[in-house]
């Protein structure tokens, strides 16, 4: 039974480029989450999606970040023209078809992106 | 002020011993507790939930809560090299859905 599963692992972006992160939740589960994790810090909550939408995006960052999780395929963390200070471990985590308070969130390995 | 605060550490114990961690938080809004242990350059890992106040054990792992006093903690028993890693504590509010709230987390290192 595969976990979270995160891709890329490791991603170089110059700054003003485009960084796209992708998750794939444990088999069925509909309930995706992103965490984002900057050095020497605790995680910070960015978004919750469940398939087709977006049900609380109050940790993401106005301007340049946006997340989807379509009916088929992985769910998407978009940056637009990422800055230095978009360096951080991004993870997803994704949570049973109840997707209630109680549901355990399981964490996936991050993509560590770095902006040179 | 951060809304949870946990020492960084890091926490260094000799192989056998107690490992006691703990956070402190300011929202009273908070009902579930959990513990997660994140090994470097990894996910973190769900080792103890729990629902409000009290304790739970789960072999080595002890988790207790205390609302009143906005406390919970976290003890390891009989401490093993392997269980070297940051420890994050995290909590949410059912009003808040399922967003998790996480400490800075602690490391432990653990000695032979």
């Known amino acids: 039974n595969a976990g979270v599963m995160q891709n890329p692992r490791h991603l170089v972006r110059r700054r003003g480029q485009e960084a796209r992160l992708r998750c794939s939740p444990m088999?069925?589960?509909?309930?995706v989450y992103w965490y984002r994790q900057l050095p020497e810090e605790g995680l910070k909550f960015m978004v919750y999606?469940?398939?087709?939408?977006?049900?609380?995006e109050s940790g993401m960052p106005k301007e340049r970040f946006s997340a989807e999780f379509p009916k088929e395929g992985p769910s998407i963390l978009r940056i637009q023209q990422v800055v230095r200070g978009d360096s951080a471990a991004y993870f997803c985590a994704s949570s049973s078809q109840e997707g209630g308070p109680t549901d355990t969130q399981y964490f996936g390995p991050g993509t560590r992106l770095t902006v040179l | 002020q951060k809304e949870v605060e946990q020492d960084p550490g890091p926490l260094s114990v000799p192989e056998g011993a107690i490992v006691s961690l703990n956070c402190t938080y300011s929202n009273s809004a908070f009902q579930y507790f959990m513990w997660y242990r994140q090994y470097s350059r990894k996910g973190p890992e769900l080792l103890m939930y729990t629902y409000s106040s009290g304790n739970k054990e789960d072999g080595r792992f002890t988790a207790q809560v205390d609302k009143s006093s906005k406390y919970i903690s976290l003890f390891i028993r009989d401490s093993q090299p392997s269980d070297s890693a940051t420890y994050l504590c995290?909590?949410?509010?059912?009003?808040?859905?399922?967003?998790?709230?996480f400490g800075g987390g602690t490391r432990v290192l653990v000695k032979p």
């Open positions: 088999k069925g589960h509909s309930h």
């Open positions: 999606l469940q398939k087709e939408n977006i049900i609380d």
């Open positions: 995290a909590m949410s509010a059912r009003a808040a859905g399922n967003k998790l709230t």
